[in-house]
């Protein structure tokens, strides 16, 4: 069982930067995949960057999210993270993080990214 604990979200204009962070109960060294996922009301929830496997270079983001955002992880802390720059006002969104320990899955409580144009 893993704990998840995501904060970071919050108001913030076009074209500004927010740092998410989630944090693991456990260990994340042997996670198989970790990330974010985002979900607007009325839409289903969309992937919007992974890691996958122990290390931090095999990495996946959403097209519209390529060049603005970036997933890291600190195997110390338990704790992956999620820096969003140049940010929209179609990237508000309720953002959850997620891991993956094979064959479970675990999502964080959501927290609440606004981007005011």
């Known amino acids: 069982q893993v704990q998840l604990q995501a904060y970071g979200g919050g108001l913030v204009q076009a074209g500004g930067s927010l740092r998410l962070s989630c944090a693991a109960s456990?260990?994340?060294?042997?996670?198989?995949?970790m990330g974010w996922y985002r979900q607007v009301p009325g839409k289903q929830r969309e992937l919007v960057a992974l890691?996958?496997?122990?290390?931090?270079?095999?990495?996946h983001y959403a097209d519209s999210v390529k060049g603005r955002f970036t997933i890291s992880r600190d195997n110390a802390k338990n704790t992956v993270y999620l820096q969003m720059n140049s940010l929209k006002p179609e990237d508000t969104a309720v953002y959850y993080c997620y891991f993956r320990n094979s064959p479970y899955d675990y999502w964080g409580q959501g927290t609440l990214v606004t981007v005011s144009s």
């Open positions: 890691i996958i496997g122990s290390g931090s270079t095999n990495t």
């Open positions: 456990r260990s994340i060294f042997s996670i198989n995949a």
